[in-house]
């Protein structure tokens, strides 16, 4: 039977886009469908204290969410994925920061229509964007970041988890192990965290 795993996600967050490669592995080799959701940093971070250098990101980190928004409003859940995957190898594999190019280049490799570029300015999106976004942070609450995973417990009602956040990306038969690890610990009655301090950044492979 496939499980149908929901995943939050910001096209500029690094460790998101971790945990987005080793969900398309886990597609691989566990009976498992994705379907794609956006949050949003800047939403998440409204009202708080950021360093200077975060408020920068989190003024930019606007766009690309609001254009994925509006290309899934238009043209369906389809282009998602694709969009996104568009994007993050421009922004995480390419340390690309022009993302106004970003967003231009990505919207034409997919084939979308380039006039959606615009929306990445404007307000006009936002509350769709703020309703995808609440029902990740629903799920999991305003403590945790993305990227949010959510699937159905063994006793039918809805499991949700903030992460895993891993590098790199597990390949092959080590996703699914991690798949396996994931869903059970995060089904557990009472679960709430396993952390251990990060040694190394992301590493994009």
Known sequence: MITTADFWFDPVCPWAWMTSRWML?????REVQVHWNVMS?????????????YVDLMAAAWAPVRVIIAAQLEH?????????????????LQQRKDYEMVIAESLAEVGLPAELAGVGKTTKV????????????TLVGEEVGTPVISVLGPDGGRVAFFGPVVTPAPKGEAAGRLWDGTVLVAATPGFYEIKRTRTSGPIFD
């Open 25 to 29: 592995e886990v597609e691989l080799v």
């Open 126 to 137: 936002d509350e769709q964007l703020r309703a995808s976004h609440i029902r990740g942070v």
């Open 41 to 53: 940093l800047a939403v998440l971070n409204e009202g708080r204290e950021l360093p200077p250098e």
């Open 76 to 92: 369906g859940d389809s282009v998602v994925l694709p969009l996104y995957t568009a994007l993050g190898t421009r922004i995480h």
